[in-house]
């Protein structure tokens, strides 16, 4: 399958190394920074014959590629997405999908219309502690779902954002919400049944002066189901990232899972007994070298299956438009100082400038 990535920063060295565990043919790669692509492909020792491009569109245009994935500041996500669903291209893109219902609703009509699959970047889906986690859900041995948490602990200091202008900016990112705590709060979403009816949230600038949105997000979330949602993310934690986890609390179990990216189940007691707390502790834990985990190869697997056999992706665009409006509804909640009823029809984090002074 002919593969080709659209961004070659922080992150594309994760797609990279998927592409290749999953035997893609690696056809192109592009980035606007001639650079990013030799250290790439330095990185790898791969073929110098990979053709280099800074324009995606004549990519698209010379390469045809079958699967493009796109790894580009967060801003431009949707309209390169939207450009590679019209040249027939089925689509992995980092989170979040896009930064606005409106163009998140584009994507997924248009890959509708163009016959096309569309997934999101969640990796920590794959987890083995998120799967074993899941695979409790669907069983039904938590009983009633009553509420869950999802805390994002961490550090970015001004050097992260100097890195890339765009990174903190209400154009072309969001905060420590949308950035950094969007995995987490995709986990939450989806253990807890997705559908979410209302959303009090606070977010603030506390620490990140030279950046335009929040590094700190605290939130309340009522789920259709009755069940609630409690979410605490922040880049303000010294000296350096202390923890992220997830907690499910239902009648007849409580579960937590840890570390760097939630690959570690820490707690694992369920009324029903059917497994030994302490075998499956140890069973389910992977100790990635970083907060990335080791989900994109599974990931690419499952995208490349999903196009084969025409089937929806275990991560699809409509479960990154879930994510994307409850960070959005936080903002909104926060800028109003009210309560947010969702769905959402429209919203943007563009709507939100200027609401931290730097």
């Given at each position: 399958m002919r593969y080709a990535l659209i961004g070659c920063g922080r992150i594309s060295p994760n797609h990279i190394a998927a592409a290749i565990k999953n035997n893609l043919e690696i056809v192109a790669l592009c980035d606007i920074t001639y650079d990013n692509i030799e250290f790439l492909l330095s990185k790898f020792s791969i073929s110098k014959s990979i053709n280099k491009y800074t324009d995606y569109k004549k990519m698209l245009e010379k390469e045809k590629p079958e699967l493009v994935a796109v790894a580009t500041e967060s801003g431009k996500h949707a309209p390169i997405a939207l450009d590679c669903i019209e040249a027939g291209c089925n689509v992995i893109i980092e989170k979040p999908i896009a930064l606005s219902i409106k163009d998140a609703d584009a994507i997924i009509k248009r890959a509708e219309q163009k016959g096309v699959k569309v997934c999101v970047c969640y990796q920590n889906r794959f987890n083995k502690s998120i799967q074993k986690?899941?695979?409790?859900?669907?069983?039904?041995?938590?009983?009633?779902?009553?509420?869950?948490?999802?805390?994002?602990?961490?550090?970015?200091?001004?050097?992260?954002?100097?890195?890339?202008?765009?990174?903190?900016?209400?154009?072309?990112?969001?905060?420590?919400?949308?950035?950094?705590?969007?995995?987490?709060?995709?986990?939450?979403?989806?253990?807890?049944?997705?559908?979410?009816?209302?959303?009090?949230?606070?977010?603030?600038?506390?620490?990140?002066?030279?950046?335009?949105?929040?590094?700190?997000?605290?939130?309340?979330?009522?789920?259709?189901?009755?069940?609630?949602?409690?979410?605490?993310?922040?880049?303000?934690?010294?000296?350096?990232?202390?923890?992220?986890?997830?907690?499910?609390?239902?009648?007849?179990?409580?579960?937590?899972?840890?570390?760097?990216?939630?690959?570690?189940?820490?707690?694992?007691?369920?009324?029903?007994?059917?497994?030994?707390?302490?075998?499956?502790?140890?069973?389910?834990?992977?100790?990635?070298?970083?907060?990335?985990?080791?989900?994109?190869?599974?990931?690419?697997?499952?995208?490349?299956?999903?196009?084969?056999s025409n089937r929806e992706p275990y991560v699809t665009a409509r479960d990154g438009r879930k994510s994307l409006e409850l960070v959005l509804a936080i903002y909104k909640s926060a800028a109003e100082g009210k309560s947010i009823k969702l769905p959402l029809n429209s919203c943007s984090t563009m709507e939100f400038k200027g609401r931290f002074s730097i």
């Open positions: 986690i899941r695979e409790a859900v669907e069983e039904g041995r938590f009983g009633r779902l009553l509420y869950g948490t999802a805390h994002i602990r961490w550090n970015r200091g001004e050097a992260y954002y100097k890195q890339a202008k765009w990174r903190g900016t209400w154009e072309q990112d969001g905060g420590a919400l949308m950035n950094q705590c969007i995995h987490n709060i995709d986990l939450l979403c989806w253990m807890m049944g997705n559908e979410i009816v209302e959303v009090f949230g606070m977010t603030d600038n506390l620490m990140h002066s030279f950046i335009e949105a929040e590094d700190l997000g605290i939130a309340l979330v009522k789920f259709s189901n009755g069940s609630y949602g409690i979410i605490e993310g922040t880049t303000n934690i010294y000296p350096n990232n202390l923890e992220e986890t997830l907690y499910i609390f239902g009648e007849k179990g409580t579960v937590k899972a840890g570390g760097k990216s939630v690959n570690i189940i820490e707690e694992w007691q369920f009324a029903d007994k059917l497994d030994d707390s302490e075998e499956v502790k140890a069973k389910y834990h992977e100790n990635p070298e970083n907060v990335y985990g080791f989900g994109h190869n599974p990931l690419y697997a499952d995208m490349i299956e999903s196009i084969k």
